[in-house]
T-cell receptor, first 112, second 116 residues
Framework: AQSVTQPDIHITVSEGASLELRCNYSYGATPYLFWYVQSPGQGLQLLLKYFSGDTLVQGIKGFEAEFKRSQSSFNLRKPSVHWSDAAEYFCAVTDSWGKLQFGAGTQVVVTP | GAVVSQHPSWVICKSGTSVKIECRSL??????MFWYRQFPKQSLMLMATSNEGSKATYEQGVEKDKFLINHASLTLSTLTVTSAHPEDSSFYIC????????????FGSGTRLTVV
């Protein structure tokens, strides 16, 4: 069965610093991978997704992610965080039925 | 872009009553709707999947008689929490997928349910 692991429950980063959120997946076939962001009390917004092709994916809000099959990873990065990037971030993979399987999430706190 | 409207945003109800949560796809036809439950500071747990005009498929451990899902049209799906109890208090989120985009999931803004 597929699974998604986000090793970091909580990350604190200074405004203007770079951010990297880790995501590891377990899936037998070629995975369809997603990163979502959730602000408190809100639904999820898609940041980016990877299906195939170029392994470096550009998303919204200045985020990018790199798919590394050899490491079963799909880490999310942003070169310079803004205070508005404080939120919960979820990595997800679809199963063969098209259902999303989410990781546990990483809470990002941005300090001045 | 695709928009899913979820209502209400929050609701407080008494134990034993039923609560209905609506999700509407505003600018596309939602052939599949997913309903999730999220506990504080936790991930989303898929409760059920419904295809328009068909009965919902519930995940293991989810009581289908307690969480009634209706997906009678291509733009509307509802989740009814029947005979609610305090342990049903949670954040419920819907997600819709349209025809022609099998991996395009649009999420509603969620409903905070508090049962007192």
């Amino acid at each position: 069965a597929q699974s998604v692991t986000q090793p970091d429950i909580h990350i604190t980063v200074s405004e203007g610093a770079s951010l990297e959120l880790r995501c590891n997946y377990s899936y037998g076939a070629t995975p369809y991978l997603f990163w979502y962001v959730q602000s408190p009390g809100q639904g999820l917004q898609l940041l980016l997704k990877y299906f195939s092709g170029d392994t470096l994916v550009q998303g919204i809000k200045g985020f990018e992610a790199e798919f590394k099959r050899s490491q079963s990873s799909f880490n999310l990065r942003k070169p310079s965080v803004h205070w508005s990037d404080a939120a919960e971030y979820f990595c997800a993979v679809t199963d063969s039925w098209g259902k999303l399987q989410f990781g546990a999430g990483t809470q990002v706190v941005v300090t001045p | 872009g695709a928009v899913v409207s979820q209502h209400p945003s929050w609701v407080i109800c008494k134990s034993g009553t039923s609560v209905k949560i609506e999700c509407r796809s505003l600018d596309f036809q939602a052939t599949t709707m997913f309903w999730y439950r999220q506990f504080p500071k936790q991930s989303l747990m898929l409760m059920a999947t419904s295809n328009e005009g068909s009965k919902a498929t519930y995940e293991q451990g989810v009581e289908k008689d307690k969480f009634l899902i209706n997906h009678a049209s291509l733009t509307l799906s509802t989740l009814t929490v029947t005979s609610a109890h305090p342990e049903d208090s949670s954040f419920y989120i819907c997600s819709a997928r349209g025809r022609g985009d099998p991996y395009g999931y649009t999420f509603g803004s969620g409903t905070r349910l508090t049962v007192v």
